[in-house]
């Protein structure tokens, strides 16, 4: 009686194993952990307000598609695009550090730069003066990382960073920043007069 028991205990765990198996090797899949992303995949996970982490419509803060709109919603931390050929692009972003330094409101995109060099202002020197006079484009230590968007306000940008830590927190100066991987998918897809919100 005893090996009976064991036999159907033995039968029950193997097939909790099988129906196991395909999630375990799911997650262990390139597709799960995309490998040309290590260094979005190997960051400590970051809480967010994922229930406004979400799909949204360009109808509800512009009045016209034109060549293209973003938004930036400093609350859930997302970059929301929209392209005049319906493309339709949402990535976590960084958001500045505090209320002081968000600047909200309608501005576009005036200037695009590949490996952006960076001055920081006065006000961030006066904060901080162990920084930089100006820090050349490409150099690790660059927080504009490796493509950045110009918009009219001077000194706001939405920008890429080699610090992938900041991205999901409040973390600038008053920047949107994104990964480098997702900057430089956008990068190509924004053109100079995309209407930009911050809300």
């Known amino acids: 009686m005893s ?31 995309p490998q040309s992303e290590e260094a979005i995949s190997t960051q400590l996970p970051v809480r967010r307000n994922v229930s406004s982490f979400s799909h949204q419509n360009w109808q509800d803060h512009f009045s016209e598609i034109g060549v293209g709109c973003l938004l930036a919603d400093i609350t859930s931390r997302a970059v929301h695009y929209w392209g005049s050929d319906g493309t339709y692009k949402l990535y976590p972003s960084s958001v500045p550090m505090s209320e002081e330094l968000t600047k909200r409101g309608y501005t576009k995109v005036v200037r695009k730069t590949e490996y952006p060099s960076w ?5 961030m020197r006066e904060r ?12 690790p230590g660059n927080p504009l990382g490796t493509r950045a968007m110009y918009l009219d306000w001077p000194a706001y940008l939405v920008h890429g960073t080699h610090d992938t830590r900041k991205i999901g927190r409040q973390s600038s100066s008053g920047c949107i920043g ?11 897809l924004v053109q100079i ?3 930009v919100r911050l809300v």
């Open 3 to 33: 090996n009976h028991r064991m036999t159907r205990r033995s039968a029950l765990l193997g097939a909790a194993s099988l129906v196991a198996t395909p999630a375990i090797v799911r997650a262990q899949s390139t597709d799960a952990f």
């Open 128 to 139: 901080d003066p162990s920084l930089p006079v100006r820090m050349e484009g490409g150099d």
């Open 193 to 195: 007069g995309t209407q």
């Open 178 to 188: 994104l990964y480098n991987q997702h900057v430089e998918e956008l990068y190509p």
């Open 119 to 123: 001055t920081p202002t006065a006000s």
